[in-house]
């Protein structure tokens, strides 16, 4: 679950990327009601496995269970908002819905990274993950080492070497995306 919007006095619209269907936006009705059950599966940055259900005007969410909370697993707020980082580029970088795979796979490595390796390796992992997205979306087809759900300490150490270039990759990719 990458963010939630209220909807009414109770509903809201949830962006959700899954392993099947890429990015998607779902309305998850009664969701906000005090003692919601579906509240705690879709709170920000959780991993929940979801049922779906395609209605005429969109995707509603029939059910959902957690299985792991990654915002409660970054210890540092800094971890977070690198989080947020990643997750709202992605949101406005596709307009509607993603229907790849190879998303999902970058950002959980990602939220991983930054809930398991030390704080000085964050900013390379941040750095990575932005240029993954793009990458998976079609905005930067230069070499990106390791596989997509890589983030290990001695590929972000040779990240935080080449930093520079890969920030200029990151800045070109979102120029030609139109942001």
């Known amino acids: 679950m990458l963010s939630r919007s209220p909807v009414g006095e109770a509903s809201a619209f949830v962006v959700l990327l899954t392993p099947e269907l890429g990015l998607v936006r779902v309305l998850a009705q009664s969701v906000r009601k005090p003692g919601a059950k579906l509240a705690a599966a879709l709170a920000t940055l959780a991993e929940s496995s979801v049922v779906l259900v395609r209605g005429r005007d969109g995707w509603r969410l029939a059910g959902a269970v957690l299985e792991e909370n990654w915002f409660a697993r970054m210890q540092c707020a800094a971890a977070r908002v690198r989080a947020?980082?990643?997750?709202?580029?992605?949101?406005?970088?596709?307009?509607?819905?993603?229907?790849?795979?190879?998303?999902?796979?970058?950002?959980?490595?990602?939220?991983?990274?930054?809930?398991?390796?030390?704080?000085?390796?964050?900013e390379a992992a941040e750095v990575l993950a932005a240029l993954r997205v793009l990458a998976a979306l079609g905005l930067d087809a230069g070499e990106i080492p390791g596989e997509a759900s890589t983030f290990t300490a001695p590929l972000l150490a040779a990240v935080a070497l080449e930093?520079?270039?890969?920030?200029?990759?990151?800045?070109?990719?979102?120029?030609?995306s139109g942001l």
């Open 84 to 122: 947020a980082r990643v997750s709202g580029l992605l949101q406005r970088l596709v307009a509607g819905e993603a229907h790849d795979a190879a998303l999902f796979p970058v950002m959980r490595g990602f939220f991983e990274t930054l809930s398991e390796l030390p704080e000085d390796a964050h």
């Open 163 to 176: 930093r520079p270039s890969y920030i200029a990759r990151i800045n070109h990719g979102i120029a030609a």
